[in-house]
Nanobody
Framework: QVQLVESGGGLVQAGGSLRLSCAAS????????MAWYRQAPGKQRELVAR???????NYLDTVKGRFSISRDNAKNTVYLQMNSLKPEDTGVYYC???????????WGKGTLVTGSS
């Protein structure tokens, strides 16, 4: 059974930093596109950052220059380094693993990030 387990969320003051991790129990982890999504209270889930292999990335405009996604294929782990956090970054952050060619789309249960002003 595939599991994506997020960690690293918490409460941080505006301007602070957090590093999220997502450990995936996936065989052939490297073939998956990994992504972080977030869902703020009362809002739809949105894509924050995505990383392919070998490492092409794209970001939500509002986090460009502040957030950085990376992956360690040897550890089956994807990271999201979040710097200069703002209150509007608050939400539940979800890890996603996708490989559309094989119809694979997996989600973690999420980790809460709260940016305080």
């Amino acid at each position: 059974q595939v599991q994506l387990v997020e960690s690293g969320g918490g409460l941080v003051q505006a301007g602070g930093s957090l590093r999220l991790s997502c450990a995936a129990s996936l065989s052939m982890f490297s073939i998956y596109t990994m992504a972080w999504y977030r869902q703020a209270p009362g809002k739809q889930r949105e894509l924050v950052a995505r990383i392919g292999n070998p490492g092409s990335t794209n970001y939500l405009d509002t986090v460009k220059g502040r957030f950085s996604i990376s992956r360690d294929n040897a550890k089956n782990t994807v990271y999201l380094q979040m710097n200069s956090l703002k209150p509007e970054d608050t939400g539940v952050y979800y890890c996603n693993a996708a490989r559309l060619a094989i119809g694979a789309d997996f989600w973690g249960k999420g980790t809460l990030v709260t940016g305080s002003s």
